[in-house]
């Protein structure tokens, strides 16, 4: 008979997490966190950067209730890693979208989006969504859920090292 | 030149390499003109050769072991034994030459098709492939020659990487067949069909046919989310020459930490399902999965970040705080 594996997915409510062990080095060289722990000390869509490489970055948002209106010079992504979430997107109209194009991370849109509407998708736990360069988009979460964030560093970005990493 | 166990010998500059049943030996000359050599299991060499030759030398170092490897310069490659071992560089019995990255590559491409016997698949886990040892025993070039699988802007985009099916040769792995392969709902407007997109990553990586190498699924600028699934050891100890990021995204990985020129100890890193942790740019690590696991190896391919690494300007640690 075939073993049966159990396959370990966290949660916000029920996550186990790791650690650094040291021998010979600073543990704050390893930026370690854990993306539940974060969501559990953040306010509903605040985009807390837990992941940095030059300009680009993966930030932990709690999703709870709506957000406001986001939009986007570059192609950003969304995954969950648990809960559901409901995204909705509008075609910008062109004096609501960012003016820089080389600007980089999520902005406010500055009023209530205007344009067509595209459509929506909902996305549960290891659901990925394409959060399209250009479009409004505005989460829907009517219980909390933890999304990553896969973009460039904005002025949107929160960062909170001390906070969030292993220290010692 | 085929020896008396079947496998061509290969040589390369000033190394040489043969393989027996069990046994891939390297032999090389010291900087005094005295012989050396060195002595790996078959399975685990050709485990780190097929990554080394997936990869196209990857980024920064690929040790094969504490004492072989190779360390890729973008456009040449160097091949090393001893060079990054403390006691060996000590002891001056080291070798390391600079290759064009086209002639060393032939001669990996070669080795690895004659030193695969049929029964192996060096990407495999260790449980869901059949025996590397033995006298040559035929190839198995369907599966040393898997095209990596990069997404250009999304998985499942018309047009970009597929999403992974039964009919299309990629079953639910043993080890994930409780992952959920539900689908999100996804309601586009009549001609937004191609940008309302999302698709189920958990799935996707359920059904990846391979261990410890990385597909493309989402792409911003140069920025490339890498998933992949994880069992048993990573078969290199990778010395990257950036820093590197690891999303755990679910079960556990251990990760062995040393330094990069000495293969000192430098840390454990227990990474468990939401973990997040950066590998600094001065560090070898390898990883321990004890159950097939979904990793998230978190790239950044700025072409400039090659030049930022040569001038120094890369920074070693990932963030000061």
Redesign the interface.
């Known amino acids: 008979m075939?073993?049966?594996?159990?396959?370990?997915?966290?949660a916000l409510d029920d996550?186990?997490?790791?650690?650094?062990?040291?021998?010979?080095?600073d543990?704050?060289?390893?930026?370690?966190?854990?993306?539940?722990?974060i969501a559990n000390n953040s306010q509903p869509y605040e985009k807390v950067v837990?992941?940095?490489?030059?300009e680009?970055v993966?930030e932990v948002v709690r999703a709870e209730g709506d957000s406001p209106w986001y939009t986007c010079a570059?192609?950003?992504?969304a995954?969950s890693?648990d809960g559901e979430a409901e995204?909705h997107?509008i075609?910008l109209d062109a004096s609501q979208r960012v003016q820089d194009k080389e600007k980089e991370g999520a902005i406010l849109v500055s009023a209530e989006p205007k344009g067509?509407?595209?459509?929506?998708?909902?996305?549960?736990?290891?659901?990925?969504?394409?959060l399209?360069a250009g479009?409004a988009y505005q989460f829907r979460a009517q219980s909390p859920a933890v999304i990553?964030m896969?973009?460039?560093k904005g002025e949107l970005s929160i960062?909170r090292?001390?906070d969030i990493?292993q220290?010692a | 030149m085929t020896n008396s166990h079947g496998y061509q010998d290969f040589t390369l500059g000033g190394f040489g390499f043969t393989r027996d049943e069990y046994f891939c030996h390297i032999t090389w000359q010291t900087h005094d003109g005295r012989p050396m050599s060195h002595t790996m299991d078959a399975g685990n060499y050709l485990r780190a050769l097929m990554r080394d030759v997936a990869w196209g030398f990857f980024y920064g170092w690929v040790n094969f072991d504490d004492v072989i490897g190779t360390v890729n310069h973008y456009a040449t490659v160097d091949l090393f034994a001893g060079a990054y071992n403390g006691a060996m560089k000590t002891a001056g019995i080291d070798r390391l030459e600079n290759f064009p990255t086209d002639d060393i590559r032939q001669v990996f491409e070669a080795m690895l098709a004659d030193w695969t016997n049929a029964d192996f698949d060096p990407f495999a886990a260790p449980q869901e492939t059949g025996s590397p040892y033995g006298p040559k025993n035929g190839d198995n070039m369907p599966a040393i020659t898997r095209a990596r699988e990069l997404a250009r802007?999304?998985v499942g985009?018309e047009g970009d990487l597929a999403l992974r099916t039964d009919e299309s040769g990629a079953p639910v792995n043993?080890?994930?067949?409780?992952?959920?392969q539900?689908?999100?709902?996804?309601?586009?407007?009549p001609g937004?069909e191609n940008?309302?997109?999302?698709?189920?990553?958990?799935?996707f990586l359920s059904r990846s046919q391979v261990t410890w190498n990385p597909s493309f699924?989402?792409?911003?600028?140069?920025?490339f989310?890498c998933p992949t699934t994880e069992e048993h050891i990573l078969p290199i100890i990778h010395g990257n020459d950036?820093?590197e990021?690891f999303?755990?995204?679910?079960?556990?990985i251990h990760w062995d930490?040393a330094h990069k020129d000495t293969g000192?100890?430098?840390?454990?890193?227990?990474?468990?399902?939401?973990?997040?942790?950066?590998?600094?740019a001065y560090?070898r690590h390898q990883g321990y999965s004890p159950?097939?696991s979904m990793l998230l190896v978190?790239e950044?391919g700025?072409p400039t970040?090659v030049d930022d690494i040569k001038s120094g300007a890369a920074p070693e640690?990932?963030?000061e705080?």
């Open positions: 075939a073993h049966a594996y159990k396959t370990r997915f966290g996550y186990d997490k790791g650690r650094v062990e040291p021998v010979d080095d543990v704050r060289h390893y930026a370690f966190s854990n993306c539940f722990e837990f992941g940095q490489n030059q680009y993966l570059h192609d950003e992504f995954l890693m995204i997107f075609d067509p509407v595209m459509g929506w998708v909902k996305i549960g736990r290891g659901h990925q969504a394409m399209p479009a990553i896969q973009t460039c960062e090292w001390a990493c220290s | 802007r999304c985009l043993r080890a994930f067949a409780d992952v959920p539900d689908k999100p709902e996804i309601h586009a407007e937004y940008q309302v997109h999302a698709f189920n990553l958990f799935a699924t989402s792409v911003v600028k140069n920025s989310m950036r820093v990021w999303f755990q995204m679910c079960d556990e930490c000192e100890p430098l840390a454990r890193v227990i990474m468990k399902a939401g973990d997040m942790a950066a590998m600094p560090c159950k097939r978190w950044n700025s970040l640690v990932p963030v705080f």
